[in-house]
């Protein structure tokens, strides 16, 4: 009910900026100690708040327990990268400055101010709004379902480049999915020396898996019932030699 007076074509930034932290499985901290980057060592709780495990001998636990207030700035930088290799494969970056305390076996970290950048130009995120966001509901499971649909229905993403502006695949060498998201799907289009995003919208916002496969049957449908770009024919000639 609430999807009919709230969907968009795209996720808002408070929502991508909490994916990228669902889905992030590194991060680099930048604090009074030095810079260190941790693989697997953190995760977010419901209000935004980013909890770090961390061996004993991090130069970061020695910055918390021996900061003046308990409380030293940091800045935590998550990289959200497409689990398809394409160019430019870092689709933005997420920066969170704040504050950490120490908390029995980890620190706990209070952001104050979250920035968003990504080709577009940076956004910057009101605390409030990061707090009460929540993930898209298919980040997780993003890179699988990306990777699956690269690699075993490369005809399905040929297909679906019927919807989008002969213009746009002017020149294309290659299409690959760039990012799908409850909203919709965005292409990657990679030309000789440049590439180019081509967002598809699907016709209502998808919850849960199996509600996106029915968006993507819907594309796929309405695909079907145009014709093929001849920029795509061409380069489909042209590849077999």
């Known amino acids: 009910m609430g999807d009919r007076h ?56 020695t910055a918390a327990l021996c900061a003046p207030r308990g409380e030293p700035s940091a800045v935590l930088e998550f990289a959200d990268v497409a689990p398809v290799p394409v160019r430019s494969r870092i689709r933005c970056r997420l920066w969170l400055a704040g504050w950490f305390r120490h908390e029995e076996s980890h620190l706990v970290f209070e952001p104050t101010r979250v920035v968003l950048r990504d080709a577009a130009g940076a956004v910057v995120v009101g605390p409030d709004e990061y707090a009460k966001a929540r993930p898209d509901p298919l980040a997780t499971a993003e890179p699988r379902l ?38 919709g799907l965005t292409l990657r289009i990679e030309r000789a020396r440049s590439h180019g995003d081509v967002r598809l919208p699907f016709h209502r916002p998808a919850d849960d898996l199996g509600q996106l496969s029915e968006r993507m049957h819907v594309l796929l449908a309405q695909a079907g019932n145009v014709s093929c770009p001849r920029a795509l024919q061409r380069q489909r000639t042209d590849g077999d030699g």
């Open 6 to 61: 709230t969907w968009t074509a795209a996720p808002a930034a408070a929502q991508r900026a909490r994916s990228v932290l669902a889905s992030a499985w590194s991060c680099a901290v930048t604090a009074e100690g030095g810079r260190e980057e941790f693989i697997g060592a953190h995760h977010v709780a419901e209000d935004g708040r980013v909890l770090l495990h961390l061996p004993e001998d991090s130069d970061l636990v």
């Open 146 to 183: 990306l990777t699956h649909l690269a690699d075993a229905h490369p005809d399905a993403v040929e297909r679906l480049t019927r919807l989008v502006d002969h213009g746009s695949l002017h020149g294309a060498v290659r299409v690959q999915p760039l990012a799908v998201d409850r909203h």
